[in-house]
Nanobody, 118 residues
Framework: VQLVESGGGLVQAGGSLRLSCAASGSAFSTNNMGWYRQAPGKQRELVAAITSGGRTMYAGSAKGRFTISRDNAKNTVYLQMNSLKPEDTAVYYC?????????????WGQGTQVTVSS
């Protein structure tokens, strides 16, 4: 089972990007999913999370600008990022609790770079 992210890139301040993360592999089901980010020289931090039932939570820096959503049929989580700022520049990582034949496990994607120019 793996998480594959896409959608990062370079954007000007004020622009938008949409990140996607798809879980794939042998039989599993998804539980909580979320997005983290890590800027150079800083610790990885939670950006947004969503439960299997669709309840969401956001870091203060993301509220009002970012929207997390998921498509359970596709085992995919999205992060719509609007009004991007240079301080949003970071590697963004998908994280998910997946239930496989081995039990409940926590998985990370490989990361996707988001760069916001001023």
């Amino acid at each position: 089972v793996q998480l594959v992210e896409s959608g990062g890139g370079l954007v000007q301040a004020g622009g938008s990007l949409r990140l996607s993360c798809a879980a794939s592999g042998s039989a599993f089901s998804t539980n909580n999913m979320g997005w983290y980010r890590q800027a150079p020289g800083k610790q990885r931090e939670l950006v947004a999370a969503i439960t299997s039932g669709g309840r969401t939570m956001y870091a203060g820096s993301a509220k009002g600008r970012f929207t997390i959503s998921r498509d359970n049929a596709k085992n995919t989580v999205y992060l719509q990022m609007n009004s991007l700022k240079p301080e949003d520049t970071a590697v963004y990582y998908c994280n998910a609790d997946l239930i496989t034949r081995l039990g409940l496990g926590n998985y990370w994607g490989q990361g996707t770079q988001v760069t916001v120019s001023s």
